[in-house]
């Protein structure tokens, strides 16, 4: 069982930066593959960014690439999406998610977090 809580979303100016976080509970965490999705009104989940369990493959949205990153620390079983000059269009509620299988597909999750609210102002 994992249980994942993110942090860190807000409201900011175009071309601003955030960082989220999501911090996972339970002993396998390093065995998962986590992921970044996000949903805006009115749209489908999309994926956003992904990282392998040895963080060794990342895979990312052509839409962020080149903007934001993801990591984790399997010490603080904690994975993180920095993301950069950020734009109105990347508005939507952003989830955190685990599986098993590497790339993450939304169908497939094992395990998502609430989700945490970023908006970006124009």
């Known amino acids: 069982q994992v249980q994942l809580v993110e942090s860190g979303g807000g409201l900011v100016q175009a071309g601003g930066s955030l960082r989220l976080s999501c911090a996972a509970s339970g002993r396998t965490f390093s065995s998962y593959a986590m992921g970044w999705f996000r949903q805006a009104p009115g749209k489908e989940r999309e994926s956003v960014a992904a990282i392998s369990w040895s963080a060794g493959n990342t895979a990312y949205a052509d839409s962020v690439k080149g903007r934001f990153t993801i990591s984790r620390d399997n010490a603080k079983k904690t994975v993180y999406l920095q993301m950069n000059s950020l734009k109105p269009e990347d508005t939507a509620l952003y989830y955190c998610?685990?599986?098993?299988?590497?790339?993450?597909?939304?169908?497939?999750?094992?395990?998502w977090g609430q989700g945490t609210q970023v908006t970006v102002s124009s």
């Open positions: 998610a685990a599986d098993l299988t590497y790339p993450l597909v939304a169908a497939r999750v094992d395990y």
